[in-house]
């Protein structure tokens, strides 16, 4: 089920994971999603960015460049892009929470206005951040012994950037995922651990059993693989390619952070201290 308000909520979920957009827990976190829901453990993903843009809304270039890379118009993107996430949570067995929030481009669009403000330091007048903090507070005393995960932050988007720095105020347990496809890129998680620098260890799960549900999790985000491709490549790919490509750099970033023993894994990072560490 998809709900768009807690109350609606009936299950006691172990796992919560935070995905800013439509597409984070399936790329970063897929695989340790479908093996909770076979081990009878249940998961509720918490999508936060999925309002449409206002119809009188004025985009920004780089808003424009994003709906022209997605094939999508404004007024179908997010129908579009919601109509993908029922698809995969489906596959990965996960249920789901919309918050609402607006993504960062069309929610401060004088703000976000290019790749350097989209992925830099979050704006102090953002109102996501106050968002963020309500919803984690419910969440908890909702779900008080529900682990909760959060993006980690690689690769600075300032919409994972505030999920993190939210989840690391609450009590309770707390693991951050490697936000992909930027954790692909090297030097990008050293350089958000140091730039966060906080007492965390890293936690690897196998997750052999449950590659290909993740792998066909994310193709269903289809109008998001021109640009998750585009990431990696430096330039625009067909559709066929750019889902090759996504297969194979998480292919081989699941092999690379594989735990002994097994040919696929998802790493985590869990503080080392009890409470809040920021």
Do not use: K
């Not at 796992?15 to 439509?22: K, V």
């Not at 997010?78 to 995969?88: C, F, G, S, W």
């Not at 102090?124 to 529900?146: G, I, K, V």
């Not at 023993?261 to 985590?268: M, S």
């Amino acid at each position: 089920m998809i709900a768009s308000h807690l109350s609606e909520l009936h299950c006691s979920y172990q796992h919560i994971i935070l995905s800013p957009h439509l597409d984070d827990a399936a790329l970063s976190c897929g695989g340790s999603i479908a093996a909770a829901v076979a081990a009878g453990e249940p998961v509720l993903v918490v999508t936060i960015c999925t309002a449409a843009p206002p119809i009188d809304a004025e985009f920004s270039p780089l808003a424009q460049h994003f709906h022209a890379e997605w094939g999508l118009p404004p007024t179908a993107v997010m129908q579009t892009r919601l109509a993908e996430e029922r698809v995969a949570l489906a596959i990965l067995g996960a249920d789901g929470l919309w918050v609402g929030a607006l993504d960062a481009i069309y929610r401060l669009p004088q703000v976000y206005h290019s790749r350097e403000t989209l992925f830099g330091m979050p704006d102090p007048s953002d109102p996501l951040a106050a968002t963020l903090r309500e919803l984690c507070n419910h969440l908890r005393s909702r779900f008080p012994h529900a682990t909760i995960y959060a993006p980690l932050g690689v690769g600075n988007h300032v919409d994972h950037q505030l999920a993190c720095h939210a989840a690391a105020q609450l009590p309770g347990p707390v693991m951050w995922y490697e936000d992909l496809p930027y954790a692909v890129r090297a030097g990008e998680l050293e350089r958000r651990l140091a730039q966060l620098d906080w007492p965390l260890r890293p936690l690897v799960r196998a997750i052999d059993e449950r590659m290909t549900a993740r792998l066909a999790a994310i193709a269903a985000y289809a109008s998001q693989l021109a640009e998750l491709s585009h990431s990696q490549l430096g330039h625009a790919a067909t559709a066929a390619e750019a889902g090759e490509v996504i297969n194979a750099a998480v292919r081989d970033y699941a092999h690379r952070v594989a735990p002994p023993g097994a040919l696929y894994g998802e790493r985590f990072w869990v503080r080392t201290t009890t409470g809040a560490i920021c």
